[in-house]
């Protein structure tokens, strides 16, 4: 099984990227899928949920700016960043862990996202 991640790009504060997040080589109908980044000297942060009744978290920094979302007949899940600021630059991971459990079993390889001042 794999997730591959693309839409990391550059963009100037206050634009918006679109993350797409492909899973394959298994059934993820019954995962949580998650996306976390990763800031140059950082550790690694959680961004947003979405579980397979679309219910969603989101942590504080990016409440209101950030949407996340999933298709299941793709199976992909997105994360569209609106109102981008440069304390987003960072390497975005999207990742899926099984329903009821505390761990994500499965990560992407990441796609940088940049945002310039």
């Known amino acids: 099984a794999q997730l591959v991640e693309s839409g990391g790009g550059w963009v100037q504060a206050g634009g918006s990227l679109r993350l797409s997040c492909v899973a394959s080589g298994r059934s993820f109908s019954n995962y949580v899928l998650g996306w976390f980044r990763q800031a140059p000297g950082k550790e690694r942060e959680f961004v947003a949920a979405?579980?397979?009744?679309?219910?969603?978290s989101y942590t504080d920094d990016v409440k209101g700016r950030f949407s996340i979302s999933r298709d299941s007949r793709r199976p992909t899940v997105y994360l569209q960043m609106n109102s981008l600021k440069p304390e987003d630059t960072a390497i975005y991971y999207c990742?899926?862990?099984?329903?009821?459990?505390?761990?994500?079993?499965?990560w992407g390889q990441g796609t940088q996202v940049t945002v310039s001042s």
């Open positions: 979405i579980w397979t009744t679309s219910s969603t």
């Open positions: 990742a899926a862990k099984p329903f009821g459990t505390e761990t994500y079993t499965y």
